[in-house]
């Protein structure tokens, strides 16, 4: 039988597992105390179900697994995200003007989409709450 001790954070969540069938319960504590001092610990003899519940994304929570709750993306998650998806917009439309500017044709059709996007992108960012 393995012996395990899992090392939690506060929400419940697996951070890392010590595993070693070769010390006693009091020194797989101590070698977890010692490398993750601010954590929450909990030892099994048996841990090998344990485990499994961790490795398919359950949470350990008031002595039981649960699944986790959904983290809501923050306000600046959200906004990065809007930036990111508008940026790999605009990086086509560089090249597209680069390209037309180098042929020495027109690029007005590629200012007014540019126009677009960029107020598409502000009425996005400012209806993040």
Request: charged share 25%; hydrophobic share 40%; proline share 2%.
């Amino acid at each position: 039988m393995n012996q395990y001790v899992f090392v939690l954070n506060e929400h419940g969540e697996r951070i890392a597992t010590l595993v070693d069938n070769l010390v006693t319960k009091e020194e797989l504590m101590s070698q977890a105390k010692a490398q993750f001092p601010n954590a929450i610990y909990m030892y099994s003899s048996n841990g090998d179900a344990m485990l499994d519940a961790f490795m398919s994304g359950k949470v350990y929570v008031d002595g039981q697994f649960v699944e986790p709750q959904i983290k809501a993306p923050t306000k600046a998650e959200q906004v990065a995200q809007i930036k990111d998806y508008y940026d790999k917009r605009f990086d086509v439309l560089d090249k597209a003007v680069l390209r037309r500017r180098l042929a020495n044709t027109d690029i007005s059709d590629l200012q007014a989409q540019y126009k677009t996007l960029q107020t598409e992108m502000v009425t996005k960012i400012k209806a993040v709450k």
